[in-house]
Each structure stands twice: as C-alpha cells, then as structure tokens.
T-cell receptor, first 114, second 114 residues
Framework: GENVEQHPSTLSVQEGDSAVIKCTYSDSASNYFPWYKQELGKRPQLIIDIRSNVGEKKDQRIAVTLNKTAKHFSLHITETQPEDSAVYFCAASWGSGTASKLTFGTGTRLQVTL | EAQVTQNPRYLITVTGKKLTVTCSQNMNHEYMSWYRQDPGLGLRQIYYSMNVEVTDKGDVPEGYKVSRKEKRNFPLILESPSPNQTSLYFC?????????????FGEGSRLTVL
C-alpha cells in the first residue's frame, strides 16, 4: 500500500517568515495530494490540494508543489501569521476524484512566534 | 448547515464492553470513512464506504466493524474494546466523483478504554 512520510515533525518560525513542509510518497500510481490543517482541538480541514497533472498550485499565501519523478510534494506558507499555528497533514491517494484510499502523513506541528 | 455529526464526543469505557460511535452526514455524500488519530502516527484509516452496503478495510481495521445501511449513517462498532483502541476518532465524508476529493470531518470522538 501507499506510504507517506512527512518532515519535519515540528517547525517553529517567526511571524512573517516562510514555512516549508515536505512529504514523500511510495506509490507511483498516486494522483491526488491534499493538505489538511488541524487547529488545536479542532477537526482537520482541507487547505489546498493538487493533482498529478499539475506541478504547482497557489492560493493566496499557501502553495503546493509536486515532483512526480521524485515522488515528493511540499507545502509552502509565506508571510506566516500566528493563526497559521496548527498541525498540518499531507496525504496521497489514487482514484478519480475520490479520497477512497487516502493515506496521511504523520503531521507537522507549525508554531508561528511573534 | 452542511455537517458531519459524531456521537458521543467523549466516552470512557472498560475493556470488553461493546460500544458504537455514530456518524451522520447531511450532504448526500456517497463516500464515508473512519480514521483514528494517535500522537506521532497521524490519521490512520480504519474503514471506508463508497456507498450503501459497500464497505472496505482501511489500514487499521482490526477490532472494528462498520455498517452502511443508509447513505447518511456510518456507525463504527467496537465489539470488545481494548486499551489499545484508546484514541481520537474522526468520521469523514466526501463526494465520490468530481474535481475535489475534499473530506469533511466530524468534530471527533475521544475514546478511553480502561
């Protein structure tokens, strides 16, 4: 089955700096890569996703890049703010528009300090 | 309001006492899934369902059962709970096809097995 590794497990940045979280996956058939944000005591929520036919996707301060050859993808957050502090999960799955076999990484705890 | 509802939110039980965690969604989603979240292990899929009467094992199905008799409901059953099933459980739902595989999570159910 799919195996997703995520690094780092914790990340501390100063407000205004950029943060990068990296994930690698094992199954070359995976074609859907979402990122979820989980604030303390809350449920995970989708913040951005990318499909394997796209190399990069941006949404305001967040972006995701995908390297299919190397089987890794990354989340980039620019101009970090205190409200970005949360646990971020990457995930990978295959299928047509579904999350049926979504495998999550182990999470990155991001702390944005003032 | 579109939502995924889980009950109970908190439960303390004893080894061997059967329990059911209910999950209901009001978005007419075909796909539903259960995850457990443990520190350092991320979100691991227990079971998922692609539609009524269609269920399949995820990565950690041992000790759990599910059923999907109605589209909106997907209960998680622990026939004989053990302490290693102490965890935070999330139910999630999604459309089965389309441009996004966004999972909508419930608020979580924190289970302690003594």
């Amino acid at each position: 089955g799919e195996n997703v590794e995520q690094h780092p497990s914790t990340l501390s940045v100063q407000e205004g700096d950029s943060a990068v979280i990296k994930c690698t996956y094992s199954d070359s058939a995976s074609n859907y890569f979402p990122w979820y944000k989980q604030e303390l005591g809350k449920r995970p929520q989708l913040i951005i996703d990318i499909r394997s036919n796209v190399g990069e996707k941006k949404d305001q301060r967040i972006a995701v890049t995908l390297n299919k050859t190397a089987k890794h993808f990354s989340l980039h957050i620019t101009e970090t703010q205190p409200e970005d502090s949360a646990v971020y999960f990457c995930a990978a799955s295959w299928g047509s528009g579904t999350a049926s076999k979504l495998t999550f990484g182990t999470g990155t705890r991001l702390q944005v300090t003032l | 309001e579109a939502q995924v509802t889980q009950n109970p939110r908190y439960l303390i039980t004893v080894t061997g006492k059967k329990l059911t965690v209910t999950c209901s969604q009001n978005m007419n989603h075909e796909y539903m899934s259960w995850y457990r979240q443990d520190p350092g292990l991320g979100l691991r899929q227990i079971y998922y369902s692609m539609n009524v009467e269609v269920t399949d094992k995820g990565d950690v199905p041992e000790g759990y059962k599910v059923s999907r008799k109605e589209k909106r409901n997907f209960p998680l059953i622990l026939e004989s709970p053990s302490p290693n099933q102490t965890s935070l459980y999330f139910c999630a739902s999604s459309v089965l096809a389309g441009d996004t595989g966004e999972l909508f999570f419930g608020e979580g159910s924190r289970l302690t097995v003594l």
